[in-house]
């Protein structure tokens, strides 16, 4: 019976020493558990962040208010951020408690200096290229470069381009009209080109030798125009009718395209006109090639103050 109660000691003392005292198997374990509890607390509260962040993408999308529809971009970029930061905090947390449970507190000279060690090895490897992610990050956030939903290009990577679906403090996720996903470092990004509302205007000035025939050859070219979402934004307008003089006629078109679909007014629109005029029985109607020219109100207004013409 003494011998048996022996053992029983025994196997509860080893017991004990394996999961209290310092030994590889209690190390190994501790540290998967880290592991799990990093990696699925962090998800968890990730994907509670991002499902608040599509909900106010989608009344962003829906809205007709242009201002609110910033607001909103803004409050999902936040979020968007919010979600690398707090993951960022629960990964330091399990790392910090997990750092206490398996080290050796009892040498403090020993702790000190292993954490030392530590801290600068981490340190040198990547917390130097981390901070000069986030400094950029939080400067270009700070002085808000763009927001989710933007179509930006990145300087001076000349192939970078798309609608921005991701921002934080280390890096920016960018998804490109042919649908490839781009992830930048914060760093690397120089200068960022930011595309009003995702759109860019195309004007086509077109000279005619009367108003009637004109608005008939235009009509029939805008009622081929694709439109949808990587097309057209809606179908080309007619902006301005203006007599220039005896048989000449001026039309101002206007179509918005969004970046990397231009060549659908540059080209396209152009083309079918001229091919439309030259199949039409009888005189040419146009009389001048067609003018394709970029406008926005917002630009105009600046070079309006930047270019003076001395009219004398």
Do not use: C
């Not at 509890?37 to 962090?42: D, I, L, T």
């Not at 962003?60 to 910033?70: A, F, G, L, Q, V």
């Amino acid at each position: 019976m003494q011998d048996l109660d022996k053992l029983l000691d025994t196997v509860t003392q080893e017991i004990q020493h394996l999961f209290t005292g310092s030994n590889p198997l209690r190390t190994t374990v501790i540290i998967l558990l880290a592991f799990v509890v990093a990696y699925w607390g962090s998800r968890f509260v990730a994907r509670a962040i991002v499902r608040i962040a599509q909900k106010i993408a989608v009344r962003s999308d829906n809205t007709d208010n242009e201002e609110r529809s910033i607001r909103l971009r803004r409050v999902e970029t936040y979020l968007s951020i919010l979600t690398a930061l707090v993951r960022a905090v629960i990964v330091a947390v399990v790392v910090y408690y997990t750092w206490l449970l398996v080290s050796d507190k009892s040498n403090t000279t020993a702790f000190a200096l292993g954490a030392s060690a530590f801290f600068f090895a981490i340190a040198g490897a990547t917390i130097g290229m981390v901070l000069r992610d986030v400094t950029a990050g939080a400067v270009m956030i700070i002085e808000k470069w763009f927001h989710v939903g933007d179509y930006i290009r990145v300087e001076p990577f000349l192939d970078v381009n798309g609608v921005v679906e991701r921002v934080n403090l280390r890096s920016t996720k960018i998804r490109n009209l042919n649908g490839e996903v781009i992830w930048m470092h914060n760093q690397h990004m120089m200068a960022v080109k930011v595309t009003p509302r995702g759109l860019r205007t195309i004007a086509v000035d077109i000279f005619t030798s009367s108003k009637e025939t004109g608005q008939d050859l235009i009509g029939k070219v805008i009622s081929t125009m694709p439109v949808g979402t990587v097309k057209l934004a809606k179908k080309p307008e007619i902006i301005r009718t203006e007599k220039w003089g005896d048989n000449l006629w001026l039309f101002t078109v206007h179509g918005k395209t969004p970046p990397g679909r231009e060549w659908l007014m540059e080209n396209y629109f152009v083309d079918s006109l001229k091919d439309l005029d030259e199949r039409t029985k009888g005189p040419d109607i146009m009389v001048r090639p067609p003018i394709v020219r970029y406008t926005d109100a917002a630009a105009e207004r600046s070079f309006k103050r930047a270019v003076r013409i001395n009219q004398k």
